[in-house]
């Protein structure tokens, strides 16, 4: 029988392609939706899409074959054979007017997706969008946009901190053609790679820059101290690696103060006593309520060693705050850190990288309350304390 033989059947049945015959609505029209799931919107469907059943063969109860028909505004276009286990084992669509498929496609599209939105919503056009994506930051140099490592931008400002196309652009004219000279296969254990490597390692870094070389051990050294948007930036080099891998990790800016911390590491560097009139004492010990002297210690070794943030180091040597349990013994001063940041959000200004952020130390202040439960009711091992 030819198409036009099958349209002229009488049906046995003819319904709104949303009330029976979804599924093989669906399938001619290669359409993308669940037939168990569908939000049609109210008004838009108007009948105009219609099914029919035109013969139907029953096998063995549940596997048969059927016959259905297409109609758009009462014209045929396209036929589904379909067989087998509820018709899903085999099936087959003729489609025998291309203008009458087309223009049903779209009606049925308009039914099922007119008053969709978009998942996330709809963002302005002059919303902020440079918040890190995977890793990544946007960030302007001068006139130029450019897609960069988050740490290369201040987490408080978003301001660039680091010019990774200097650096890639300085070890292209530095490092190569002395590769030429000298065996780079052992990275950067031949003490004039390694000179000229702290050089590159340093074109990149942006703001008013000092040259310091702090061995922080495991081959990581403090290789410039900057300050930009009035915080103090320590750049950490890895130089480890063969070959050239020691420079693809390169640099790794760390925000770890405010502007006054520069003048410690400048005095430091040329040999001077960090001291209770250093200004960068004064505004923490001022910011945290701790000693004086107690800040100036820290100051001093934490130059020397890096490891736990000035922050956490100001906290440890100040009494208890009563708003930590003493089940949280552990991690005393992280917790303690996030009550005070909720209470003065500026004092992020002296954490390691900015953090934790005002949203970052709320979730701090609840789960300290869940752990202190935990602990109590013994649901949670109490972990031993830090030596």
């Not at 702290?198 to 070389?213: A, E, N």
């Not at 009139?277 to 070794?301: K, M, N």
């Not at 060693?305 to 930590?324: K, Q």
Request: hydrophobic share 40%; with cysteine; glycine share 8%.
């Amino acid at each position: 029988m030819t198409p036009n033989e099958f349209y002229a059947l009488p049906a046995i049945s003819a319904d709104d392609w949303l009330e029976q015959g979804t599924q093989i609505a669906i399938d001619v029209l290669e359409l993308e939706a669940d037939p168990y799931n569908i939000d049609a919107q109210d008004g838009l469907d108007t009948g105009r899409l219609v099914v029919h059943e035109k013969l139907d063969h029953d096998i063995d109860g549940r596997r048969g074959v059927t016959i259905y028909a297409l109609y758009f505004d009462d014209k045929p276009f396209a036929l589904m054979l379909t067989g087998g286990r509820e018709g899903r084992d085999s099936r087959k669509v003729v489609v025998t007017d291309e203008a009458l498929w087309s223009a049903s496609r779209a009606y049925a599209t308009v039914v099922l997706y007119a008053g969709n939105k978009p998942f996330g919503g709809v963002a302005p056009t002059d919303e902020e969008l440079t918040d890190h994506f995977y890793g990544a930051q946007v960030a302007r140099f001068g006139d130029e946009v450019r897609l960069v490592d988050f740490n290369d931008v201040d987490p408080l400002t978003k301001a660039p901190v680091y010019d990774r196309k200097k650096f890639n652009e300085t070890f292209e004219a530095v490092i190569r053609p002395l590769a030429m000279e000298i065996d780079y296969e052992a990275g950067l254990s031949n003490p004039r790679m390694m000179k000229e490597a702290i050089k590159v390692y340093r074109s990149g870094v942006l703001g008013d820059r000092i040259d310091v070389d702090i061995d922080l051990g495991d081959g990581r050294r403090i290789v410039a101290i900057s300050v930009i948007e009035h915080q103090t930036f320590a750049f950490v080099a890895d130089t480890r690696g063969k070959y050239y891998s020691w420079a693809r990790p390169g640099v790794e800016p760390r925000l770890i103060g405010p502007a006054s911390l520069l003048e410690c590491y400048r005095d430091f560097a040329s040999g001077k006593d960090i001291t209770l009139s250093h200004a960068y004492v004064i505004e923490a010990s001022e910011a945290f309520g701790a000693d004086p002297a107690d800040v100036a210690e820290q100051t001093r070794d934490f130059i020397r060693n890096g490891g736990m943030s000035m922050a956490e180091r100001i906290i440890l040597t100040m009494p208890r705050d009563e708003r930590v349990a003493e089940t949280l013994d552990a991690d005393r001063e992280i917790f303690t850190l996030g009550f005070m940041i909720v209470d003065n959000p500026d004092l992020r200004r002296f954490c390691d990288r900015g953090g934790p952020d005002l949203e970052e130390a709320i979730g701090i202040v609840e789960r300290a309350a869940e752990f202190d439960a935990g602990i109590r009711s013994g649901v949670i091992n109490k972990p031993a304390p830090r030596r």
